[in-house]
């Protein structure tokens, strides 16, 4: 298979574009709520994140692993030509750079799957209401889903680095919301993601290139920090992490010989504005409020 790394011009590129975005802040807090518990408020206001868990059953995460997996195969057709990305039906599947040498199937040299939260299973998800009642409480009642991403951390694959998700978010205000679903069990060893609490209150830092060789398009790392008092975010599967697009995570290595999944939906406030041009990754849907009535 002919692989071609992504130069280091095109990295610093993106980069540059990420960095458009250093310096913002988002100060805002979750002051009264309606559906959130004590707990869980307090959690999202200090730490940045909130975990709820067995958010759905494990049967449900089996339905939506294999639900993707029919995309995959409609979408990249057995022994194609080595490339980046791959488009069609209004889904886009980014390949993972570095080889896996125990590949089987397409999937197994799939890194990320985005724009599949219209459909199915994946739109299901985001329309449950124990979810949007928690979404309300910070976002307002006029809440988009726009941009969802499914990750296939294969064994041997490399973690993303240090990040604040706002910094590919060139929006006219925030916070967004991650929901990260664990469609497996997510562990030290096979690569879980991992949190850096109460770094959500910081303005976006500068994002350089991974400099790692054979690093996937459009990873970026924070440098200029302290990362000491990181915390693993080791989940089963169903469980739901809600987190502040200005909270600096990562994720490690998958050092296991199985692999990990997740699904990770992006939620904003209805009207936020994007600029000129969109992200192609993105695909805005409203699910409560005015959005609903345009």
């Given at each position: 298979?002919?692989?071609?790394?992504?130069?280091?011009e095109?990295?610093?590129?993106?980069?540059?574009?990420?960095?458009?975005?250093?310096?913002?802040?988002?100060?805002d807090?979750?002051?009264?709520?309606?559906?959130m518990?004590?707990?869980?408020?307090?959690?999202?206001?200090?730490g940045?994140?909130?975990?709820?868990?067995g958010?759905v059953?494990?049967?449900?995460?089996?339905?939506m692993?294999?639900?993707?997996?029919?995309?995959?195969?409609?979408?990249?057709?057995?022994g194609?030509?080595?490339?980046?990305?791959?488009?069609?039906e209004?889904?886009?599947?980014?390949?993972?750079?570095?080889p896996?040498?125990?590949?089987?199937?397409i999937?197994?040299?799939?890194?990320?799957?985005?724009?599949?939260?219209?459909t199915?299973?994946?739109?299901?998800f985001?329309?449950?209401?124990?979810?949007l009642?928690i979404?309300?409480d910070?976002?307002?009642?006029?809440?988009?889903?726009?941009l969802?991403q499914?990750?296939?951390?294969?064994?041997?694959a490399?973690?993303?680095?240090?990040?604040?998700?706002?910094?590919?978010?060139p929006?006219?205000r925030?916070?967004?919301?991650?929901a990260w679903?664990?469609?497996?069990?997510?562990?030290?060893?096979?690569?879980?993601?991992?949190?850096?609490?109460?770094?959500?209150?910081e303005?976006?830092h500068?994002?350089?290139p991974?400099?790692?060789?054979?690093s996937n398009y459009?990873y970026?790392?924070?440098?200029?920090?302290?990362?000491?008092?990181?915390?693993?975010?080791?989940?089963?599967?169903?469980?739901?992490?809600?987190?502040h697009?200005?909270?600096?995570?990562?994720?490690?290595?998958?050092?296991?010989?199985?692999?990990?999944?997740?699904?990770?939906?992006?939620?904003?406030?209805?009207?936020?504005?994007?600029?000129?041009?969109?992200?192609p990754?993105?695909?805005?849907?409203?699910?409560?409020?005015?959005?609903?009535?345009?």
């Amino acid at each position: 298979m002919d692989r071609k790394d992504i130069d280091q011009e095109s990295k610093n590129d993106f980069s540059n574009r990420v960095n458009q975005q250093t310096g913002r802040t988002s100060s805002d807090k979750v002051i009264t709520a309606k559906f959130m518990t004590e707990d869980q408020m307090n959690s999202w206001n200090n730490g940045g994140y909130i975990l709820i868990p067995g958010f759905v059953d494990e049967s449900f995460c089996d339905d939506m692993n294999l639900e993707v997996l029919d995309i995959i195969k409609s979408l990249v057709p057995e022994g194609s030509a080595f490339s980046h990305a791959y488009a069609g039906e209004g889904h886009i599947a980014i390949r993972e750079m570095k080889p896996n040498p125990d590949a089987q199937t397409i999937e197994d040299e799939i890194s990320k799957l985005f724009r599949i939260h219209s459909t199915g299973i994946f739109n299901t998800f985001i329309k449950n209401e124990n979810l949007l009642n928690i979404l309300e409480d910070i976002i307002g009642p006029d809440i988009d889903c726009f941009l969802s991403q499914f990750i296939f951390k294969n064994p041997g694959a490399w973690g993303q680095p240090w990040h604040q998700d706002s910094s590919y978010f060139p929006f006219d205000r925030e916070p967004q919301v991650a929901a990260w679903l664990a469609t497996s069990e997510a562990t030290l060893e096979n690569g879980c993601l991992v949190v850096l609490p109460g770094s959500h209150k910081e303005s976006l830092h500068e994002h350089l290139p991974d400099d790692r060789e054979g690093s996937n398009y459009g990873y970026t790392e924070i440098k200029d920090h302290d990362f000491s008092e990181e915390v693993p975010m080791t989940l089963k599967k169903g469980d739901l992490l809600l987190f502040h697009s200005f909270l600096m995570h990562k994720s490690y290595d998958n050092k296991s010989k199985s692999k990990r999944s997740a699904m990770v939906y992006h939620f904003a406030e209805t009207g936020t504005g994007f600029g000129e041009i969109d992200s192609p990754t993105n695909e805005w849907i409203s699910l409560r409020g005015r959005g609903l009535n345009d």
